[in-house]
């Protein structure tokens, strides 16, 4: 450890018995970044509770120490959110994974936060039952990330983000405290104010999750997929459009840019989607008696819309084959360059011609390979920039393209993040959307729960540095 | 054409008026009734669900209610308002929350403020999120004894038809026996199947299920109960009977909207009041007596009115 003295590393040691300390640079270097992976700051400890109460101690170890900590789960944040900012101590929550309870009749469950969000998913088939938010990292990220960074996914344009489906927290306060907010029926209990709301997309900077209280839905009995794509903007526009107010709800509008499209077909990923076009792709689902009497509708609105290839079904391996170009195009980013960002805004839907063409130029300018995805119900855009740290410069053409889109963002009356949170990657751009007065009534909030900025340093807001 | 971003340019950063016909999205006054809002809504093909009484004004619903009968479909209000501008006791306003549905930027205050009661200022505009509207509306009524309405609400709760359904109610009225409403807004030609899956649900019941023309909404309520979705029918039932008039359960939200006819007594409210605590539901109302906070919650409540005050 480089950053705490021997005597304190002991300390920590010996309340993490049994290895679950990790302190050699080898052992600490998996968590150095998340899915943000060109910000790297080493942690000087990685400590691996075993329990919520394990968890209690730990962090009033810590207050008494002086050290800064913070919370992750799998790390597959993709804001810098689940970082050591400022050296510290992470605290890994792997451990605190059991499914408590699931509730049929009330229509909820209780889980741990190291619960793993597709393996709560499995436990809930055999009821018939459904947690909605389902963000791409699905098979590895946990429950407890999903609610820091209130996650969104590809279904939420109906569904809704994990906000609208937590309806209780168990929270360890910095002081050591164990409070629970909500619960069952999701109200405010014995609180007067609905605390659980500010702790909930809060990023880990106010508290520590160890369980939750989920609400769950009836799981959709059939699901239709659609696949159309569109040799103008013009085209793919007015389908968004179209889709987003028709009453059947799609339950997903997914869209993607000519680059990302050519990318998926320049792949051995390819399916044959012309390249140069855009792509949409969306769902509706329901009771079979009455999804099966829309299909035809959403069929016949891709097609006036100026679609020739209209493709649709609903068998498990049809619906993978129309998924598979979106589903691609992540792990695509990765193999074909060095180093990526994901980018996360959302815009009014209008602008989103307007917000193409600023991302096309910024990119040109900057010799930089730019794609593009979005959650197009919702106007939540992932324009994604492609890059090598190692040279000189791109890094720096990076933020400033970001510092451009998120300028953009604001003025077009859209919002920092949809879906990913604003970790360290977004909080110098913080101060300018919410104006002075907004971010003064932001910062009140850390000021209740963690003044110290202990918990989760530089995250969120740029002024949250923690001093020892 | 430039699009109206619904953001003041001046620096504020407030919402401004504005309608967005393609993310079916507008700003409205607190003080606008739910039928103003729904007639400007109407001429672009959309609606605002959630409405208890279309006479009574918005800042009005959210002092009573976290949900509508439309939450059954649509969820709580706070999840069909993305934002507001807020007046701040120092006379101060500023903007909580986003023009757009999705956002998880910075601490929530929006979802924390929308139902504060006062206690940290009050609202002057809500921005809401507007539905289109489907082209056939219908209700139909459930009747029965208590366990064949309990196996109708199970049969419901458990259904992904329920995605479709506005609102699932069970009504009890003093001295009535009670019943199940369901209202249905789908696209036009979709009226069968749904009567199809309502009579199953009726014939697997043992209900009778008749189709019934517009229910009357009753007003705002009194006061709302927030508790699980398989205890608000009894205790409907339980209001209904005690305080008389009548008590709607929003059976998938697990709320009671209670509209009694004799004021409830302190003491039946904190007997209720305290049963909740423990699954984490509440009480809600304008007329209900003040409750004294927990200690570490004093302390929240004192320092974030002492720094929003300082601003």
């Known amino acids: ?468 | 054409m430039m699009m109206d971003s619904g953001i003041a340019t001046d620096g504020s950063r407030l919402f401004t008026r504005f309608f967005d016909a393609v993310d079916m999205i507008g700003s409205f006054p607190a003080a606008a009734t739910l039928a103003e809002v729904n007639a400007i809504a109407a001429g672009h093909g959309l609606r605002f669900p959630l409405v208890i009484d279309l006479d009574r004004t918005l800042r009005e619903h959210l002092a009573v209610a976290e949900y509508a009968p439309a939450s059954a479909r649509f969820g709580a209000y706070v999840d069909n308002l993305p934002g507001m501008n807020w007046l701040l006791p120092t006379g101060r306003r500023v903007r909580i929350g986003e023009r757009v549905v999705k956002s998880t930027t910075g601490y929530d205050l929006f979802r924390f403020l929308l139902h504060s009661d006062g206690r940290y200022g009050q609202a002057t505009d809500y921005v809401l999120r507007l539905r289109p509207v489907g082209g056939e509306s219908f209700a139909v009524a459930f009747t029965g004894d208590a366990g064949a309405l309990a196996a109708v609400r199970r049969r419901l709760m458990a259904s992904s038809w329920n995605h479709w359904i506005d609102r699932i109610d069970q009504v009890s009225v003093a001295g009535s026996p009670p019943r199940i409403e369901a209202e249905v807004d789908c696209l036009a030609g979709e009226k069968p199947r749904f009567l199809a899956f309502f009579a199953a649900v009726a014939g697997e019941s043992g209900t009778g299920m008749v189709e019934a023309s517009g229910v009357a909404s009753p007003g705002l309520p009194a006061f709302s109960i927030k508790s699980t979705p398989a205890r608000v029918a009894e205790l409907s039932a339980i209001c209904a009977g005690r305080l008389g008039g009548q008590a709607r359960a929003l059976l998938l939200n697990g709320v009671v909207l209670v509209y009694p006819d004799n004021p409830p007594d302190a003491a039946f409210l904190a007997d209720l009041g305290r049963s909740l605590e423990p699954l984490g539901g509440h009480l809600l109302g304008p007329s209900l007596p003040p409750r004294d906070p927990i200690p570490a919650e004093a302390i929240w409540a004192a320092s974030l009115n002492h720094q929003w005050n300082a601003l």
């Open chain 1, 1 to 468: 450890m480089t950053g705490m003295n021997a005597s304190r590393a002991r300390q920590l040691a010996d309340a993490m018995p049994g290895g679950r300390l990790l302190t050699s640079p080898a052992q600490v270097a998996a968590y150095e970044s998340d899915g943000l992976s060109y910000r790297r700051f080493p942690p000087d400890a990685v400590a691996i509770p075993g329990n919520a109460d394990e968890v209690v101690a730990l962090v009033r170890l810590l207050r008494d120490l002086g050290i800064p900590y913070v919370a992750r789960g799998a790390g597959t944040s993709l804001s810098g959110g689940a970082v050591a900012a400022q050296g510290g101590v992470v605290i890994h929550l792997s451990k605190l994974r059991q499914i408590l309870e699931i509730n049929p009749d009330e229509g909820y469950a209780v889980v741990e936060t190291g619960v793993v969000l597709n393996h709560l998913d499995e436990a809930l088939k055999p009821y018939g039952l459904y947690y909605p938010p389902d963000p791409s990292t699905g098979p590895v990220c946990t429950l407890g990330g999903n609610v820091a960074c209130n996650a969104g996914g590809v279904h939420c344009f109906r569904y809704g983000v994990t906000c609208n489906y937590v309806l209780g927290a168990e929270v360890i306060l910095m002081d050591g405290q164990v409070v629970r907010f909500g619960g069952p029926a999701g109200g405010r209990g014995g609180w007067s104010d609905d605390w659980k709301r500010l702790f909930v997309g809060s990023e880990g900077t106010l508290g520590i999750f160890t369980r939750f209280w989920l609400r769950l839905i009836p799981r959709p009995e059939k699901v239709w997929t659609f696949r159309a794509t569109y040799a103008d903007f013009q085209q793919a526009s007015e389908a968004i459009r179209r889709l987003a107010i028709h009453p059947a709800f799609p339950a997903a509008i997914e869209f993607m840019d000519p680059p990302c499209v050519d990318m998926v077909e320049n792949s051995p990923m390819r399916v044959g989607l012309p390249k140069g076009s855009f792509m949409i792709l969306t769902e509706i689902d329901g009771p079979a008696e009455l999804v099966d009497g829309r299909v035809e509708a959403v069929a016949q609105l891709l097609r006036e819309c100026g679609s020739s290839d209209v493709t649709y079904g609903h068998e498990e391996s049809m619906r993978m084959a129309l998924w598979k170009a979106r589903k691609a195009q992540g792990g695509l980013l990765g193999q074909i360059s060095p180093d990526f960002v994901v980018q996360d805004a959302v815009i009014p839907k209008a602008c989103l011609g307007e917000m193409l063409e600023l991302i096309y130029q910024e990119a040109a300018a900057a010799g930089i390979a730019a794609v593009t995805i979005m959650h197009a119900g919702d106007g939540n855009l992932h324009p994604d920039f492609l890059f090598d740290a190692r040279k000189a410069g791109e890094l720096e053409k990076i933020e400033k393209i970001g510092k451009v889109l998120m300028r953009k963002v604001s003025e077009m009356g859209g919002t920092l993040s949809g879906e990913h949170g604003i970790g360290n990657d977004k909080a110098a751009y913080m101060a300018e959307h919410f104006g002075p007065l907004g971010q003064a009534m932001q910062l009140a909030i850390p000021q209740l729960f963690n003044p110290s900025h202990q918990l989760n340093p530089l995250k969120v807001f740029p002024e949250r540095r923690f001093v020892s």
